[in-house]
């Protein structure tokens, strides 16, 4: 049943992906391009709700929406109608073979479904069941639905996006789902490799958000700072943040004392050094606006790109602040296989470019072989392995099983 050409540390490994839209089947992305096998179960006639999601309505309503196509690559399909007994002794025959199950229904779901954890641990003591939620198994919140925006809402994110003007303010993607879906990945590659096998991984998107905020967090509990929006100010440290140049914006951290006095002297304004209101960091956090537009009077006079050059090789950090289809473009990205092209998908009439992972192993960058499934097209394969007949297979999809 595996897929051509597994390779990566995860190869035999059989992960059952029964996730939509964007945190499972994300975490079961860098999963597939870890080596593991992964079987999307979708459900019957419908599929992943992400098939219908994208910029580009003709291949949303193919079932092949952009949505989909971004983390769904290396995956084989197949559908089941769950509520159907056929379809659960379907998905416990899979289940006897696989090592990882990720679903990421609402808490209870599976359960009423008669394929919680505790039945399906009967068939297979050694599975990993990871169950991604929006607030996690048990507490007040536990079954109310959840979305990306909820949870940079209610986690505090929002609170401390943008600038005095415009906060509270949604990050520009989809952060928690990708948060959740990477601490899913990465519990499920720790039970992995724990002796004897079998654990229940409880996910919360709220919790793997909050998890990644230490520092806001910390300084609240310990310093006793209530976190506030610093737009583009970087709180800790200044000049610290965004600076304006001839043609957009550029990112600078002078962290250090010595980054401070390379900055200073470069643009030749030895004179910020001396000055009162900039002797120090703490000096400098507390009259950071007016340091900016000191700063500024320099670097308005030429692009970002080129401070960014002469900065860096000076040893101040610096970055000019691109678009995305400008990051995609550099060097920097298009030269490291960052991008994975598929030239014929199933349903789309053109090629298909996708991200990879953030890693290289060994030098090379983790890829797959086989682009985004369509709906369910691997059936008749995977239930052949599973030991049924040509007819039996006739007769589930004839009555919607599969």
Known sequence: MATEKQTGPLKGVRVLDLTNVLAGPFACHQLVHLGAEVIKVEAVGKGDLARNLGSDPELSARGMGISFLAQNAGKASLTLNLKDPRGKEILKRLIAEADVLVENYRPGVMDRLGVGYDRLKEVNPGLIYCAISGFGQTGPWADRPAYDQIIQGVSGVMSITGDADSAPLRVGYPLADTIGGLTAAMMICAALQAEPRGTFIDVSM??????????????????????????????????SGAFQCADGLINIAANKDEQWTA????????????????????????????????????????????????????????????????????????????????????????????????????????????PPPGLGQDASRILDSLGYSVDTIDTLRKEGVI
């Not at 909050?210 to 800790?236: F, I, K």
């Not at 670097?299 to 678009?323: F, H, K, Q, S, Y």
Request: proline residues 8%; without cysteine.
């Open 206 to 239: 709220l919790e793997s958000m909050m998890a990644t905020m230490g520092w806001v967090v910390s300084n609240h509990l310990v310093g006793g700072v209530a976190p506030s929006p610093q737009g583009n100010e970087n709180p800790t440290s200044a000049p």
């Open 263 to 370: 900055l200073a002297r470069h643009l030749g304004r030895d004179d910020l050094l001396s000055a009162p209101a900039y002797l120090t960091r703490e000096d400098r956090k507390a009259n950071r606006l007016r340091l900016r537009a000191e700063l500024e009077t320099v670097l308005t006079t030429r692009p970002a790109a080129d401070w960014a050059e002469e900065l860096n090789a000076i040893g101040v950090p610096a970055g000019a602040v691109l678009t995305v289809p400008e990051a995609l473009a550099h060097p920097q990205i298009a030269g490291r296989d960052f991008v994975e092209r598929f030239d014929a998908v199933p349903h789309v009439d053109r090629p298909v470019d996708i991200v990879s992972v953030g890693a290289l192993l060994n030098g090379r960058r983790p890829t797959v072989a086989t």
